[in-house]
């Protein structure tokens, strides 16, 4: 059974930083697209970050500069570390997996999502 777990989600203040860890379980990611999304209360779910199989990357313009996206092929998993979070960061981060490099920063052609891990940031 394929499965993505987030972890690493909790309490922040503004200004700090946090470590996400999405860990992958079930088959081989190393030839997938693994991406960060999130989405805030009363919000549509968006693009954070992605990483490909030969880890090339891509960034909301939003988190560009404050996170960095990583992955460990060995541990079939991947992070994000989040650093000088801001009040808007806190939301539900989700960790998605797509075959293909292309078109990362839309919802659709996902074939795997985790189940999240909450952020919150208090300022």
């Known amino acids: 059974q394929v499965r993505l777990v987030e972890s690493g989600g909790g309490p922040v203040q503004a200004g700090d930083s946090l470590r996400l860890s999405c860990t992958a379980s079930?088959?081989?990611?190393?030839?997938?697209?693994m991406s960060w999304f999130r989405q805030a209360p009363g919000k549509e779910r968006e693009f954070v970050a992605a990483i490909s199989g030969r880890s090339a990357t891509s960034y909301a313009d939003s988190v560009k500069g404050r996170f960095t996206i990583s992955r460990d092929f060995a541990q079939n998993t991947m992070s994000l570390e989040m650093t000088g979070v801001k009040p808007e960061d806190m939301a539900i981060y989700y960790c998605?997996?797509?075959?293909?490099?292309?078109?990362?920063?839309?919802?659709?052609?996902?074939?795997?999502w985790g189940q999240g891990t909450q952020v919150t940031v208090s300022s």
């Open positions: 079930g088959q081989s990611f190393s030839t997938y697209t």
């Open positions: 998605a997996a797509k075959f293909l490099y292309y078109r990362v920063e839309g919802l659709s052609g996902y074939d795997y």
